[in-house]
């Protein structure tokens, strides 16, 4: 996208805006989209108190691709004085995960893998793992599972492996997708295949590993060929080159004593970022990415599975990454996208977002490296109230 000022959406609140906003021309088009003086005031706000947010970059996209609205504010690197712009990279943490699912669902349209077949199929080590079945005073107790991990519950977090392994302290790229399916690494899981939902990065990195096993490729190579390069996602990776990394929005979070705004590093992930042979794709939360990028990755799912003339994914994988897969544990989680009844998506670690409305049609995407703020979500909130007011006041 060209380098315009564009109004900042609340994933929850794209439905509302797209009656009251006019569209303008579709993606990468040479038209300034429309931008609203009073959201564009709030936004500009919560940049400039310098306690929560140094820039943002968000786009909002009807499904033919067509822009509703854009918006670049603030700062991309706060000593330098680099202003944000519309191709500025994020680290999108979570975000990955839907892209992971993704790449199963191409698995399985192909038929060399199906949601219900056990990881052990194309894991057999993982037939040795075992289940906590109780814990006090220090005394760990365990027992065998009563039914095999799924590919299913690996991507929809039930099959009850914790959010991090000890290793994943030292970074989540510390290890290979191989070397963190061992059960020696996982350590046991945390309740029987099924029965309860905990949010695990663990689980996802195993889906990346079946993917290698199903496709025969590295990881990586898969989400290149079949998903980035069709979409021509140029500058989705999980290794930043030195254009990129130029590019890069740096993480800050708040300092309380000077009342600013300090950078920090990206303290899940190793450094150097471009370094392929220390650091190893992630699958739970590696990926980093532009706006553009994610809203093309958004348009293929908000068009069942097919952007700009090519194919990723069939309607049915689409419904089924979309779908509830939680059912009686109550917490309304897809395939690796949280949802409602209208709405499924996925949020990252430093602030990141991406949506798509199904019932309006809208897809929405939110990019800020907030690394921690007692006012975490002001700028939502805040946003929110003043769509609220737009909407008011257009009715």
Sequence with gaps: MKNHRFIVLNPLFATFLFFAIAGSPVLASETTPPVDPKLDAVLQARVENNDEIAGVVAVLARKDGTIISQNVLGLADIEAGRPMQPDSVFWIASMTKPVTATAMMILVDEGKVSLDDPATK??????????????EDGR??????????????????????????????????????????????????????????????QGINIAGRIIEVASGMSYADFLQQRIF?????????????????????????????????????????????????????EPGGGLFSTAEDCTKFCLMLANDGEW??????????????????????????GLSFDRSENHFGHGGAYGTRMAIDSRR?????????????????????????AADQLLEERN
């Excluded at 080590?125 to 109780?134: G, I, P, R, T, Y």
């Excluded at 690394?371 to 929110?384: F, H, I, L, R, V």
């Design 122 to 135: 194309f894991i057999p080590a993982l037939k040795n793992l075992m289940v906590v079945e109780s814990q």
């Design 308 to 333: 700009d003339g090519r194919k990723i994914l069939t309607k049915e994988a689409v419904s089924e990454l979309k779908k509830d897969q939680t059912g009686t544990l109550n917490v309304n989680y």
């Design 361 to 385: 049609n809208i897809v929405s995407v939110f990019m800020v490296q907030c690394a921690g703020s007692p006012k975490s979500g002001t700028t939502m909130n805040e946003y929110t109230k």
């Design 229 to 281: 390069d069709p979409l021509g996602m140029t500058d989705t990776t999980f290794w930043p080159n030195e254009q990129q990394l130029a590019r890069l929005a740096k993480s800050y979070r708040y300092n309380a004593l000077q009342k600013n705004l300090e950078e920090v590093p990206v303290h899940y992930l190793n450094y150097p970022l471009h370094d392929r042979m220390k650091r190893h794709a």
């Design 140 to 201: 760990l107790v365990l027992t065998r599972p009563v039914r095999e991990v799924t590919v299913r519950q690996l991507l929809c977090h039930t099959a009850g492996f914790a959010f991090l392994s000890e290793l994943q302290g030292f970074g989540l790229d510390v290890v290979s997708m191989e070397f963190a399916s061992l059960p020696s690494v996982t350590g046991p899981l945390q309740f029987q295949p099924g029965d309860k939902f905990l949010y695990s990065n």
